[in-house]
């Protein structure tokens, strides 16, 4: 899923990462000729970036970003009946994590650049829905979900 550059900071060995709008951080290396960036290098070349999307693979792993300051909203899905569908969407300030206590659902992701992703989530497992993304999730069996909605005060 494609986010927006909001700045810069280095890691401990010195490499450059960039800070991304949905909380993320993602290393930008030059490393030619498979991976060339040789505008990491210089501060300009950095600036020009600030503001221009680049994927970013933990939001589309569902992992949730380092969140500071918010407030949780917890809720408790139990599903008594197979095929009970939630669509959700619009969502633009916040992000959620699903959370399967039992039982197994579907959840289908469609990211704010259209792009889309399917999981199975069993018991024990959970995703994270980045801001700005629709989902819908579907059960097959009785399941229990915990949906935990993240609000950045
Ligand atoms: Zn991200």
Redesign the pocket.
Known sequence: MQ?VITGWTTDDEGDWVAL?A???RRHVRHRPPLFPAPWVLDEIGRSDHVGQPID?G??RQGIL?PLTDETATLTWIDARATDVEWVMGGRTNHWELVVVAEGRVHLELTFADGDTTTWWLEGGMQRAL?VGCAYRLRTATHASVLLARFDQS
């Open positions: 986010q991304l949905c909380g993320h970013c933990r939001c970003p980045p």
